[in-house]
């Protein structure tokens, strides 16, 4: 079965740090670009960071400099560090994965993506 699963999110203070991991089953992600969204109950789904398969990436202006993109292709996984949390990144994010290369940018705007997670929830309160 072809998925992706995000793992990491939780409760922290205003700040703080997590660290959130999509991890990929069914499939190499080797070849694929991924991208983490989040979105908040009533809101849209907003594109946060994608990373292409050759690493490339992107950041939406509001995390450029607190949050940073990376993979592991050894352990099939793309990670979000998260620094400097606020209460506005309170959210569901979710992790989407998609092999057609098509422009980073497009993609995270149109989250034009294949495969997509279940979503962990990442609360930012005191």
């Known amino acids: 079965q072809v998925q992706v699963v995000e793992s990491g999110g939780g409760l922290v203070q205003p700040g703080g740090s997590l660290r959130l991991s999509c991890v990929a089953s069914g499939f190499t992600l080797d070849y694929y670009t991924v991208g983490w969204f989040r979105q908040v109950p009533g809101k849209e789904r907003e594109g946060v960071s994608g990373?292409?398969?050759?690493?490339?990436?992107y950041y939406a202006d509001s995390v450029k400099g607190r949050f940073t993109i990376s993979r592991d292709n050894t352990r099939n996984t793309v990670y979000l560090q998260m620094y400097e949390l606020k209460p506005e990144d309170t959210a569901v994010y979710y992790c989407a994965a998609d092999r057609r290369g098509l422009n980073l940018s497009y993609s995270m705007r149109t989250m034009n993506f294949e495969v997509w997670g279940q979503g962990t929830l990442v609360t930012v309160s005191s």
């Open positions: 990373i292409t398969n050759i690493g490339r990436t």
